[in-house]
């Protein structure tokens, strides 16, 4: 499949959201309008998206390549019909996206993708008829997508795989990592992460386990410099000689009982753990976990000093 021919992107929301997108699709050379129906927020569009550009540069992100034109208009009708991508973001309201991409069905061309960047809603609640699903899907960024670079990529039941490679390609294009999901879910994998993290977190409060600031202090300096390194997954494997199936049968009846504990099914059969094995075994290649264990702990040592000159405030 080849790149885009026509790099012509509409964002309908001028918040945070949508000015992040802006700022990294533009500097991966889109030509990129923005639409929002309130005047306060389109008249701040250049300097939020100037803000956007300062941080990637801070971050190293900034391509250093032409840039593509940033527009914003009042109406998009005009902009839609030679979008080859519309991306909503706008307010979290299902009624609201449902008007919108009724609207865009009939304004774009049958080869516009059209993505939502909703947090929560699924795409077949914001378009029903499955016959209509077929270019529709969900790219929900991490805020603000303009240095996080992930986006969650959920299609409804009737979306093509066409599109759904499309998007990976276009977001890929402009600096993105997808993460494609296989269906449907509420939540997506990034709010139902962070959500079994955060309801936890109420409950240890709640039942006088531990005060919200000390919650906060294990991931700060605990979890949180591992996980920016590394997912679950890994970390499991790198905490324990002989990896992800020996870290399963030492500490899976632990977490089984904690689980339970709360109401949840908690079942790692042995194929599931391989699924685990296989998929850790293909992303690390030839590294051995030996070797990405002391990359990690050089890795974690310089997180600390960054976050701690940080939060000295030292820049």
Same mark, same amino acid.
């Given at each position: 499949m080849t790149f885009e021919s026509s790099q012509n992107l509409v964002i309908l929301g001028a918040g945070s959201i949508g000015t992040s997108f802006a700022a990294a699709f533009s500097d991966a050379g889109w030509n990129v309008v923005i639409s929002? #129906?309130? #005047?306060? =927020?389109?008249?701040?569009? %250049? =300097?939020?998206?100037?803000?956007? %550009?300062?941080?990637?540069?801070?971050a190293g992100l900034a391509s250093g390549?032409?840039?593509?034109?940033? /527009? *914003?208009?009042?109406? #998009?009708? *005009?902009?839609? %019909?030679?979008?080859? !991508?519309?991306?909503?973001? /706008? #307010?979290?309201?299902?009624s609201i996206k449902r008007e919108i991409f009724a609207k865009l069905l009939d304004a774009t061309s049958e080869e516009t993708l059209l993505a939502t960047a909703s947090s929560a809603i699924l795409i077949s609640q914001i378009v029903i008829n499955s016959e209509q699903q077929s270019r529709c899907i969900v790219a929900h960024p991490v805020n603000p997508p303009s240095v996080l670079r992930l986006v969650e990529l959920c299609p409804a039941p009737g979306?093509?795989?066409?599109?759904?490679?499309?998007?990976?390609?276009? !977001?890929?294009?402009?600096? !993105?990592?997808?993460?494609?999901? /296989?269906?449907?879910?509420e939540g997506f994998i990034l709010n139902r992460l962070?959500?079994?993290?955060?309801?936890?977190?109420? =409950?240890?409060?709640?039942e006088k386990i531990a005060e919200p600031n000390d919650i906060d202090n294990v991931m700060r300096l605990g979890l949180g410099p591992r996980w920016a390194l590394s997912g679950p997954f890994e970390t499991a494997e790198l905490n324990t000689p002989g990896g992800i199936a020996a870290h399963a049968a030492r500490m899976g009846p632990a977490y089984k009982r904690m689980g339970e504990e709360r109401g949840e099914r908690v079942e790692w059969t042995p194929e599931l753990v391989e699924r685990v094995v296989q998929a850790r075994n293909e992303a690390r290649g030839s590294v051995t976990t030996s070797e990405r264990a002391a990359w990690r702990a050089r890795a974690v040592a310089q997180i600390v000093a960054i976050r701690d000159m940080l939060t000295r405030g030292v820049v």
């Open positions: 929002d #129906p309130n #005047p306060i =927020r389109s008249q701040a569009v %250049k =300097r939020h998206v100037h803000e956007h %550009k300062d941080a990637m540069a801070l390549s032409e840039e593509g034109e940033i /527009g *914003v208009v009042a109406s #998009p009708e *005009v902009a839609l %019909k030679n979008a080859s !991508f519309v991306l909503e973001c /706008g #307010p979290e309201d299902l979306t093509s795989e066409y599109f759904m490679d499309r998007a990976k390609i276009i !977001f890929a294009n402009a600096g !993105f990592q997808s993460a494609v999901l /296989g269906r449907e879910i962070q959500g079994a993290v955060l309801r936890e977190a109420y =409950r240890l409060v709640d």
